[in-house]
T-cell receptor
Framework: DQQVKQNSPSLSVQEGRISILNCDYT??????FLWYKKYPAEGPTFLIS?????DKNEDGRFTVFLNKSAKHLSLHIVPSQPGDSAVYFC?????????FGTGTRLKVLA | GAGVSQTPSNKVTEKGKYVELRCDPI?????LYWYRQSLGQGPEFLIY????????DSGLPNDRFFAVRPEGSVSTLKIQRTERGDSAVYLC????????????FGPGTRLTVL
């Protein structure tokens, strides 16, 4: 039973445009949500988080939006850069336990 | 500063053999986590240590899997009688404390069971 879903396995975006990555979850009891970025042969690295009591968090080019009624979160990257090309995982967290989605491979075209 | 390190980076073994995977967390991090990432999937939680004790091992798939952290720092994930389905990348993460937002991940050990 997949509690966290990323329905788009891949996404291609032109450099300078906005990238929007989506994530859906099923459990209303999560405390917060995170996005991690993963390059090949490296571990995931933390990108940005959002508490379940917020609806937006911004850090530079990265903004995460949380829609609790729809149980949906999204990561916006603007402007997208070629170095952003990676696999992005959303994760939902309850206490210490992370539940990851299956990831979306973002390719930013120069 | 040094991040989370894992050894070996790659391990190839034969079905039925025993393997040990090692994780060195960030110095001073009391919480340590093991995850397994199969092809095309996100990391899946296996076990969580707070200090020396396994606070939650609910993600271990069966009793062939065991993990220890005897001195509250380095951890070893042990897999007995390996099966082809155990092939995956095993990731270790650490955080300053249980309630800390951010878990820092190591590069993983790619285990291949032939």
């Amino acid at each position: 039973d997949q509690q966290v879903k990323q329905n788009s396995p891949s996404l291609s975006v032109q450099e300078g445009r906005i990238s929007i990555l989506n994530c859906d979850y099923t459990n209303s009891m999560f405390d917060y949500f995170l996005w991690y970025k993963k390059y090949p042969a490296e571990g995931p690295t933390f990108l940005i988080s959002i508490s379940s009591i917020k609806d937006k968090n911004e850090d530079g080019r990265f903004t995460v939006f949380l829609n609790k009624s729809a149980k949906h979160l999204s990561l916006h990257i603007v402007p997208s850069q070629p170095g952003d090309s990676a696999v992005y995982f959303c994760a939902a967290v309850r206490t210490y336990k992370y539940i990851f989605g299956t990831g979306t491979r973002l390719k930013v075209l120069a | 500063g040094a991040g989370v390190s894992q050894t070996p980076s790659n391990k190839v073994t034969e079905k039925g053999k025993y393997v040990e995977l090692r994780c060195d967390p960030i110095s001073g991090h009391t919480a340590l986590y093991w995850y397994r990432q199969s092809l095309g999937q996100g990391p899946e939680f296996l076990i969580y240590f707070q200090g020396t004790g396994a606070a939650d091992d609910s993600g271990l798939p069966n009793d062939r899997f065991f993990a220890v952290r005897p001195e509250g720092s380095v951890s070893t994930l042990k897999i007995q009688r390996t099966e082809r389905g155990d092939s995956a990348v095993y990731l270790c993460a650490s955080s300053l404390s249980q309630g800390d937002n951010e878990q820092f991940f190591g590069p993983g050990t790619r285990l291949t069971v032939l």
